[in-house]
């Protein structure tokens, strides 16, 4: 039998053991969270961590989603596919979080967990943000960088933005704007390393929510126009002003006015009336606002139960937009086969501001402020009804 003098010794070891297996083991399992979140820095590539989201709540991501969708697809031009692929990368991220930053002490931060040149250099997201006057850490401030990489050095991720599939929407956009083709070991593309879900899932989630029955994509422009701290940004990141007043009138585009039908009586495709005036500048020509004001529509017309048909419809993209003085302006007829607009509904667009491309043999624009530019469609033939003003009795006086 053991003494008391032994057993005494052997609960007083036993008593010291216990606390230093604790800690080593909590080191241990400290040291591999640290090195499965590691950043991975190509260059000047961003991380592919797994950041701690717990100071992002699920209404404000659904928000910022709402928002990264809209600008992907207005501002990037991304498919619906390729937006959400890249969301799901994102997502996987920062949870859209523009604050938050690595755990595993990278430095990597925002949206995209940039780090190292990117995050500091002169071209970095801290340098963008400076010059442009605006806070780094802003959610609005690191949509517009995301797009600035991709005209400065990041040129060949664009091509995951036009993908049709999300789960290579999502690889390309981790390969190449993320950087992460050589860390495997944090691709994490079916599921994360606690078995949350990976950044395919997530794609898939963001496809169903935004993209799946995005056809025309009015739907994807309700980008939010204030960031994280609660100040404001440039809605849909356009860059204009926050008003929406409509100001001077102006050609809708540059170099020539290129009027081929104007407004009033004619005899032409089985109508006496012409609700309109109609603009050809060439296919592939940029058509640019002919007054300020907010963008009420965009896409397909058939969304508000207006036919896209043609030539008795307004073609497969529609901007609307609609300032304070009243007027709205209506741009139909460019485009047959599918969007070309690159503005979204609530952003504030100028006088001048390029707004969409020619895709078709002519830009029709209808200027109405006795009714919605719905409400009035049922008077396109019909000049007694008021519904539709002349066009150029604006543009020539201001613009002439």
């Not at 929406?244 to 081929?260: F, L, S």
């Amino acid at each position: 039998m053991l003494s008391r003098r032994a057993k005494k010794i052997g609960l007083w070891t036993i008593g010291l053991l216990v606390p230093l297996f604790v800690l080593f083991f909590g080191a241990m399992m400290l040291a591999l969270l640290l090195a499965g979140g590691a950043a991975s820095e190509s260059g000047s590539c961003s991380s592919g961590n797994v950041s701690n989201v717990d100071v992002t709540t699920s209404a404000d991501m659904n928000k910022r989603a709402k928002s990264i969708y809209g600008y992907l697809r207005s501002e990037l031009h991304a498919t619906p596919q390729g937006a959400a692929g890249a969301m799901g990368v994102w997502q996987f991220e920062s949870s859209f979080n523009p604050k938050i930053g690595n755990n595993a002490g990278s430095g990597a931060t925002g949206l995209a967990q940039w780090m190292g040149n990117r995050l500091t250099g002169t071209n970095g997201l801290k340098a963008f943000a400076s010059r442009k006057g605006v806070k780094w850490d802003s959610f609005q401030t690191q949509l517009d960088f995301t797009k600035y990489e991709l005209n400065h050095g990041y040129q060949g991720a664009k091509a995951a933005l036009r993908k049709s599939d999300v789960h290579k929407a999502a690889y390309d956009w981790l390969m190449d704007y993320e950087g992460m083709r050589n860390n495997p070991e944090q691709w994490y593309l079916e599921k994360g390393p606690s078995g949350q879900p990976g950044r395919y899932p997530d794609g898939d989630h963001w496809y169903a929510k935004f993209g799946a029955n995005d056809t025309g994509a009015d739907n994807s422009g309700d980008v939010s126009d204030s960031d994280d701290s609660g100040g404001t940004g440039n809605t849909g990141g356009c860059g204009s002003d926050a008003s929406a007043t409509g100001g001077d009138w102006g050609w809708p585009y540059k170099g020539g006015k290129y009027v081929t039908s104007g407004f009033g009586p004619r005899d032409l495709a089985g109508s006496p009336w012409h609700d309109g005036v109609d603009f050809d500048a060439g296919h592939g020509a940029k058509i640019r606002a002919v007054h300020g004001g907010k963008v009420i529509f965009v896409g397909d017309p058939m969304k508000k139960g207006v036919t896209d048909s043609y030539p008795y419809g307004l073609g497969k993209d529609v901007i609307v937009t609609k300032a304070d003085d009243g007027y709205e302006v209506i741009y139909q007829e460019f485009a047959m086969s599918g969007p070309t607009h690159k503005v979204a509904v609530n952003d504030t667009v100028k006088t001048g501001q390029v707004i969409a491309t020619q895709q078709t043999g002519h830009l029709h624009l209808g200027v109405t402020n006795k009714k919605s530019w719905v409400t009035a469609q049922g008077d396109w033939q019909n000049p007694s009804g008021h519904s539709w003003l002349d066009p150029l009795k604006f543009i020539e006086k201001k613009a002439s």
